[in-house]
């Protein structure tokens, strides 16, 4: 039986390992779960300058945003009006409400942290990280 365990945690590993591995493909769609209080996956890959299709899902019970920092900041532990003029892009859902919506990705490749605005979310664990690549 401990056997058994030992594949299972060891299968299950290597399909979680292989999943994060597409996050870091390019892709102009982005699909993402918000709870309270993760978003779900919390790293995308997509191509730089270009149009980019959000299609976020509020399944907590609470108000959640993606917000875009601009390249190199952070919002850091809590998101306040500091942190508003190096927002890049941003968008709010209502609990239970989802939206489908499009940003044109930073031209510029590189690491890009999002979070959610509220406050406390962050700590909480709403921050996630977009690579932004460039395209061939
Ligand atoms: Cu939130």
Redesign the pocket.
């Known amino acids: 039986m401990k056997k058994f365990l030992i594949v299972w945690v060891i299968i299950t590993s290597l399909v979680l390992a292989s999943c994060g591995g597409n996050s870091s493909k390019p892709s102009t769609k982005i699909d993402v779960s918000?709870t309270d209080?993760q978003f779900q996956p919390n790293a995308f890959a997509v191509p730089a300058g270009q149009e980019i299709t959000l299609n976020a899902k509020n399944d907590g019970g609470?108000v959640?945003?993606f917000v875009i920092m601009n390249k190199g900041q952070s919002a850091g532990t809590e998101f306040t009006a500091e942190d508003q003029p190096n927002v890049y892009w941003q968008v709010e859902i209502q609990p239970g409400g989802s939206i489908d919506t499009t940003f044109t990705a930073p031209p510029d490749p590189g690491e890009y942290e999002f979070v959610?605005h509220?406050p406390g979310?962050i700590q909480a664990g709403?921050v996630g990280k977009l690579n932004v690549v460039t395209g061939e």
Request: net charge neutral; with cysteine; proline share 0%.
């Open positions: 918000m209080f609470v959640h945003s959610c509220v979310h709403m």
